[in-house]
């Protein structure tokens, strides 16, 4: 009889530890599973921002900008109506106020690396906002797109957030020599870049 008791109690014993494991398993399981779901919402969240872009210097400049930031690329389109037709120079710059009639009130370009203006990706160096030049068509239309890993919406880093900045249209077309602008002209669309 007590052999059986003993039988018994050793069987209670394993089948407890026996469940134990499989309980911690399942807990290690489940958190692996939790950490992969917040690595995967990280990865794919995406942030847009959508702003009007307003005429400035007596300008008939208008349309929109949008920013868009997935898996650590920002992402801007700018669709605009009334320019003159033939090309101009799109910036970022340094502050989010349009609320000079010239567009002055924005600020220089954006240039939190202290770098040298000259044209995006150039290895005598470039703003982070020099964006460049783009065409407008014979209507005054056009569209803007460009995409970098150097920009973020919002993030701790300061020589790429966009948040607090303004996108400039000018008048001109950016000549990626001149300092510190490029002698682009006046500035003709002005949208602040906020939450």
């Not at 000079?100 to 150039?122: I, L, V």
């Amino acid at each position: 009889m007590n052999n059986i008791k003993l039988l018994f109690l050793v069987l209670l014993f394993l089948g407890s530890y026996s469940c134990k494991e499989a309980k911690k398993e399942t807990k290690d399981a489940m958190e692996n599973v939790e950490a992969m779901a917040e690595e995967i919402n990280n990865e794919v969240e995406v942030k847009t921002l959508k702003f009007p872009m307003e005429p400035k210097s007596d300008s008939n400049v208008k349309g929109e900008v949008s920013f868009t930031e997935e898996n650590g690329t920002v992402s801007m389109k700018a669709s605009l109506s009334g320019l003159t037709p033939g090309e101009h120079a799109i910036h970022i710059h340094e502050k989010a106020d349009c609320s000079s009639a010239d567009g002055k009130s924005t600020g220089g370009h954006w240039n939190p690396t202290f770098a040298s203006h000259g044209k995006w990706g150039s290895s005598d160096g470039y703003h982070r906002g020099d964006i460049g030049n783009f065409v407008a068509d014979e209507q005054g239309n056009a569209t803007v797109e460009f995409s970098t890993d150097e920009w973020c919406l919002g993030c701790a880093d300061q020589t790429k957030n966009l948040l607090g900045k303004a996108v400039i249209v000018h008048q001109g077309v950016d000549d990626f020599v001149t300092q510190p602008t490029g002698d682009a002209g006046g500035r003709i669309s002005c949208a602040g870049i906020i939450e």
